[in-house]
């Protein structure tokens, strides 16, 4: 007979606990899962019935954690935290010449840099195993969360992230964003204003990606309402070829400008300055990781000889 620890923890049914409590939706916590609705109904009341005590609520249509359920979340993070801890601990006594290392870059991002590090890093590490994956925000930090990348490469401050406390940042540089144009107005201006960055239409990132809502929150703050978006595109040289071709605005990064501009638009820092930092994100210790210790020091020694971006410009 299994005990009452072998039924809350067995197959994948704190899995399902945890997708449920981040949807609340039956329907669409079975779709992520692969799984019909009834079968997850039928594992989450099993679990109530283990536990003995209601873990969701309803009203009207919308779904509610109980004070068990959030009882029961609170103690499945600790779970999960306890085991990724005990994972890291296990690797850190691995070689740093063997193994796998799972980075999650950005999609904003353009990774070319990052591409040619990663033929360098294998032709004087051949053992080590680079698995890098370009990823949204929300899917950076969920796999993050869930131990299943090693490194994230990402623009901060980030404040859609409100629990810093189990990771740590490396930064790799401090960048501008720059306003990108085709009016003659503005040629000689080294720096404009927000306000004066609304004459025209914009081609910017899809909403809920980093920069968009960096550009949203500084116009925000200066009570100046947002830019108005024709197109969005996830990648850089998308939104430059765009603004290029259809006399849009938009807004870059200064690495990105520096390496792929060329006097093809006009450029000017705003005021105020929207500035920000390209950055790893990762797990509190894995930096002690015998393999990712050695990533990270092989890399600033890479930037070290020819900075970022010397050698985005290189790279493309």
Same mark, same amino acid.
């Given at each position: 007979?299994?005990?009452?620890?072998?039924?809350?923890?067995?197959?994948?049914?704190?899995?399902?606990?945890?997708?449920?409590?981040?949807?609340?939706?039956?329907?669409?916590?079975?779709?992520?899962?692969?799984?019909?609705?009834?079968?997850?109904?039928?594992?989450?009341?099993?679990?109530?019935?283990?536990?003995?005590?209601?873990?969701?609520?309803?009203?009207?249509?919308?779904?509610?954690?109980?004070?068990?359920?959030?009882?029961?979340?609170?103690?499945?993070?600790?779970?999960?935290?306890?085991?990724?801890?005990?994972?890291?601990?296990?690797?850190?006594?691995?070689?740093?010449?063997?193994?796998?290392?799972?980075?999650?870059?950005?999609?904003?991002?353009?990774?070319?840099?990052?591409?040619?590090?990663?033929?360098?890093?294998?032709?004087?590490?051949?053992?080590?195993?680079?698995?890098?994956?370009?990823?949204?925000?929300?899917?950076?930090?969920?796999?993050?969360?869930?131990?299943?990348?090693?490194?994230?490469?990402?623009?901060?401050?980030?404040?859609?992230?409100?629990?810093?406390?189990?990771?740590?940042?490396?930064?790799?540089?401090?960048?501008?964003? #720059?306003?990108?144009?085709?009016?003659?107005?503005? =040629?000689?201006?080294?720096?404009? !204003? +927000? *306000?004066?960055? $609304?004459?025209?239409?914009?081609?910017?990132?899809?909403?809920?990606?980093?920069?968009?809502?960096?550009?949203?929150?500084?116009?925000?703050?200066?009570?100046?309402?947002?830019?108005?978006?024709?197109?969005?595109?996830?990648?850089?040289?998308?939104?430059?070829?765009?603004?290029?071709?259809?006399?849009?605005?938009?807004?870059?990064?200064?690495?990105?400008?520096?390496?792929?501009?060329?006097?093809?638009?006009?450029?000017?820092?705003?005021?105020?300055?929207?500035?920000?930092?390209?950055?790893?994100?990762?797990?509190?210790?894995?930096?002690?990781?015998?393999?990712?210790?050695?990533? #990270?020091?092989?890399?600033?020694?890479?930037?070290? =000889?020819?900075?970022?971006?010397? !050698? +985005? *410009?290189?790279? $493309?």
């Amino acid at each position: 007979m299994k005990t009452q620890q072998e039924n809350i923890f067995s197959s994948k049914t704190l899995t399902y606990f945890l997708q449920l409590a981040e949807t609340m939706s039956y329907t669409q916590a079975a779709q992520i899962l692969g799984i019909t609705q009834p079968a997850l109904t039928q594992q989450i009341k099993k679990l109530e019935r283990t536990v003995g005590a209601p873990l969701f609520y309803s009203v009207g249509k919308k779904l509610h954690l109980s004070d068990a359920g959030y009882t029961m979340l609170d103690a499945t993070h600790q779970i999960y935290e306890t085991l990724n801890q005990a994972a890291d601990e296990i690797q850190q006594s691995t070689s740093a010449t063997q193994g796998t290392i799972n980075i999650g870059i950005l999609a904003s991002i353009e990774d070319s840099v990052f591409t040619e590090f990663a033929v360098r890093y294998y032709q004087e590490n051949s053992g080590i195993k680079l698995s890098i994956h370009m990823l949204t925000r929300k899917e950076i930090w969920e796999r993050l969360e869930n131990n299943t990348i090693d490194l994230a490469v990402m623009y901060l401050p980030d404040d859609s992230i409100k629990n810093w406390k189990p990771y740590e940042t490396k930064k790799i540089l401090t960048e501008d964003l #720059l306003f990108l144009h085709n009016n003659e107005r503005l =040629q000689k201006r080294k720096r404009v !204003r +927000l *306000k004066d960055t $609304l004459s025209n239409k914009w081609v910017t990132y899809p909403p809920q990606y980093y920069l968009n809502d960096t550009i949203r929150e500084a116009y925000k703050n200066s009570m100046v309402d947002s830019p108005s978006s024709v197109a969005h595109f996830a990648k850089p040289e998308q939104l430059f070829e765009f603004a290029k071709k259809t006399g849009t605005y938009t807004a870059l990064p200064t690495s990105f400008v520096a390496a792929h501009n060329h006097g093809q638009l006009g450029i000017a820092l705003f005021e105020p300055e929207i500035k920000f930092d390209l950055a790893f994100v990762f797990r509190r210790g894995k930096d002690q990781i015998p393999r990712i210790d050695s990533f #990270l020091k092989n890399f600033d020694r890479y930037i070290s =000889q020819e900075d970022y971006v010397a !050698r +985005l *410009k290189e790279s $493309l």
